[in-house]
C-alpha cells in the first residue's frame, strides 16, 4: 500500500466530462443572469449574526454516520458472504466511496454530496412495493432491516463516467423480496421510484429542470437475478446518506446509474418502464445500460476506468467482470 498514490477523491481528470455537464452549464447560466439571493438584493439570513461559525464537517467524523443514526446498528456487521469477491483488486477505502458521489437530490457535485446530504432524515421511511403483484405491500424499515437475512457481498462498481470501486455491501437479494410478492404472469419489468422531497433535498431544489424523482427498471429476470441486491449498508454500518439511505440497489454488472437510491416505490409492470437518464439523453443511456468495454460512450471510450481510490487505469471488464453469471441473459445486443 505503501507506494500506492492516493489522490483525493475529487482530483478526477477534467476529461471525465460528466455526462450531466450539459445541465450544470445550465445552471451557471442562470447564476449569470442573476437568480440568486445576493444579485436580488435579498438579505442572507445569518449574514450579521454570524459571530459562532459552526465547526465544518468533516468526511471522517461526520460524513461515514450511518443516516438511521443509532437504528438498527444491532444488525451490523452481517455476515460475509465468501461467494461473492472481488477477485485481485482491493476494498476500496471507505473514505473515497463516501466523498465521492453521484446523488443529484443533493447536488451535481461529487465532492460535496456527503455535506448536503448531512442530516437528511429517512426516518420514519416506507417503501410501496405493488402493481403487477398478488400481493402488494408496503416496507417499512423494521420490514427492511428485519424482514429479510443481511448479508455482505464485495462488490466491484463501475460508473459511467469511468471511475470505478470496490465496496462491501450490506443487504438482501432482491429476489428473496420480489418472490415474496408473487408476482403475476403479467408482469415482465419492475420500475423503481426514488425518494422526491422539494421542500428538502438540496439538488431536487436547485436543479427544477430534471424530471424528478429519479426512476430507474429492470426486466424482471434481471431483478431476480441472484447478483441483484437490496443495499441497507455499507462497510459494517447501515448506509451514510450520500450513498442512497436507507436503501439502494447494486446492480455491479451495470453501470452506476442504473442503481437507484433512497427508493421509495416499486412496480411490476408489463412494459419496458422508462428510465430516468434515458429520457433526459436517450442516444447516450440505454434502458440496459450494463459495462460494455466495446461499446462507447457517444463521448468517450469505454475501454478504460480508472481505480477511485488509487487513480490507477485498468480495462474494464465486460459486464464488469460478471460476464459468466450473467452474460445468459443476455444476446450480447443489449443497448
Ligand atoms: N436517486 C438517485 N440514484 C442514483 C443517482 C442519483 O443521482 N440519484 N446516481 C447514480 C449514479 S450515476 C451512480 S454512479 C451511483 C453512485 O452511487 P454512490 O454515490 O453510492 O457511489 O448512484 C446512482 N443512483
Ligand atoms: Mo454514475
Not at 15 to 38: C, D, H, K
Not at 87 to 112: I, L, M, Q, S
Request: aromatic share 12%; proline share 10%.
Amino acid at each position: 500500500m505503501a507506494n500506492l498514490r492516493i489522490p483525493r477523491s475529487w482530483e478526477l481528470p477534467e476529461s471525465l466530462a460528466t455526462p450531466e455537464e450539459v445541465y450544470l452549464n445550465r445552471r451557471q447560466i442562470l447564476r449569470t443572469l442573476g437568480f440568486g439571493a445576493l444579485a436580488l438584493g435579498l438579505p442572507i439570513p445569518g449574514a450579521w449574526s454570524a459571530t459562532a461559525e459552526p465547526a465544518e464537517p468533516d468526511l471522517l467524523t461526520d460524513g461515514l454516520k450511518p443516516a438511521l443514526g443509532k437504528s438498527y446498528a444491532d444488525r451490523f456487521p452481517a455476515k460475509r458472504n465468501p461467494e461473492y469477491g472481488v477477485g485481485d483488486r482491493e476494498v476500496t477505502p471507505e473514505k473515497f466511496a463516501a466523498g465521492n458521489n453521484n446523488f443529484y437530490e443533493f447536488t451535481t457535485r461529487k465532492d460535496a454530496v456527503w455535506k448536503a446530504a448531512l442530516g437528511y432524515k429517512v426516518e420514519p421511511w416506507t417503501v410501496e412495493v405493488g402493481g403487477l403483484v398478488k400481493k402488494p405491500r408496503t416496507l417499512d424499515l423494521d420490514a427492511l432491516f428485519r424482514g429479510f437475512p443481511l448479508e455482505e457481498r464485495l462488490y466491484r462498481f463501475r460508473c459511467v463516467e469511468r471511475w470505478s470501486m470496490q465496496v462491501p455491501w450490506t443487504g438482501f437479494p432482491l429476489r428473496a423480496l420480489i418472490d415474496s410478492l408473487e408476482p403475476l404472469s403479467t408482469a415482465k419489468y419492475v420500475r423503481f421510484v426514488c425518494v422526491k422531497d422539494l421542500e428538502h433535498l438540496s439538488g431536487q431544489k436547485e436543479s427544477p429542470w430534471f424530471p424528478w424523482p429519479y426512476y430507474e427498471g429492470l426486466r424482471l429476470d434481471e431483478a431476480r437475478h441472484p447478483l441483484a441486491f437490496v443495499v441497507v449498508g455499507s462497510y459494517g454500518h447501515a448506509l451514510p446518506m450520500q450513498n442512497g439511505a436507507p436503501l439502494r440497489l447494486a446492480l455491479p454488472w451495470k453501470y452506476g446509474y442504473k442503481g437507484p437510491k433512497s427508493i421509495v416505490r416499486i412496480e411490476f409492470v408489463a412494459d419496458p418502464p422508462p428510465t430516468f437518464w434515458n429520457r433526459l439523453q436517450p442516444l447516450e443511456y440505454g434502458f440496459y445500460s450494463n459495462v460494455n468495454p466495446q461499446k462507447p460512450h457517444p463521448r468517450w471510450s469505454q475501454e478504460i476506468e480508472t481505480d477511485l481510490a488509487t487513480g490507477v487505469p485498468r480495462p474494464t471488464l465486460p459486464y464488469n467482470g460478471y460476464a459468466q453469471e450473467v452474460g445468459g441473459m443476455y444476446d450480447g445486443k443489449e443497448a
